[in-house]
């Protein structure tokens, strides 16, 4: 998927974004690597919207997106 697939409002959960076996990732890291990223401040942090849910707002992923693709 690139970023001129991916919506413009609402959430990404986990599996999204690193991908599953099915879904090709949007970020190619593994699960450790992202949540110590987003620890780090190195990804942006999650949204809580439930009880055992959170979510990545699509903007800030997007914006991830651009800034790993300008680093190269």
Known sequence: MTTKE???TGFFRLP????TKGNPPLIPVSRTTWLNGV???KFPRPVKLGARTNGWRV???Y?????LEARG
Do not use: R, Y
């Open 59 to 61: 903007a800030d992923i």
């Open 63 to 67: 914006k991830l997106i651009e800034d």
């Open 39 to 41: 620890k780090s401040g």
């Open 16 to 19: 999204q974004i690193i991908g």
């Open 6 to 8: 991916l919506p413009q």
